[in-house]
């Protein structure tokens, strides 16, 4: 397995910009597509952006697409969430993860919190009005 540590998370007002780092471990992270998901109190884990083994293809959710920019380095074993004009709801804790399986290319139907097999401890992102 993967083991993931997320970073960069913090307080920041409505229209400011984050950018979320997660680091793994282990010299098979670029086999493995990746993803990011938020938890909001109260609410389900849910969905945000996936990035492919290669960085050739990306996959975003509707409420954060064009605001978010997931991109990844193979040589660093890093990959990335960059937030920008952030809203209020978008106050979550973020959670980076590794596909259950490597080289698979990311289908929409294969992105929910199940079809990850690593996750990192998260980082809180809070959104103030």
């Known amino acids: 397995q993967v083991q993931l540590v997320e970073s960069g998370g913090g307080l920041v007002q409505a229209g400011g910009s984050l950018r979320l780092s997660c680091a793994a471990s282990?010299?098979?992270?670029?086999?493995?597509?990746m993803g990011w998901f938020r938890q909001a109190p109260g609410k389900e884990r849910e969905f945000v952006a996936a990035?492919?083994?290669?960085?050739?293809?990306?996959y975003y959710a509707n409420s954060v697409k064009g605001r978010f920019t997931i991109s990844r380095d193979n040589a660093k074993n890093t990959v990335y969430l960059q937030m920008n004009s952030l809203k209020p709801e978008d106050t979550a804790v973020y959670y980076c993860?590794?596909?259950?399986?490597?080289?698979?290319?990311?289908?929409?139907?294969?992105?929910?919190?199940?079809?990850?097999?690593?996750w990192g401890q998260g980082t809180q992102v809070t959104v103030s009005s």
């Open positions: 993860a590794a596909d259950q399986d490597p080289f698979r290319p990311i289908v929409v139907h294969r992105l929910t919190p199940a079809d990850f097999g690593s």
């Open positions: 282990g010299r098979t992270f670029s086999r493995y597509a």
């Open positions: 990035i492919n083994w290669s960085g050739s293809s990306t």
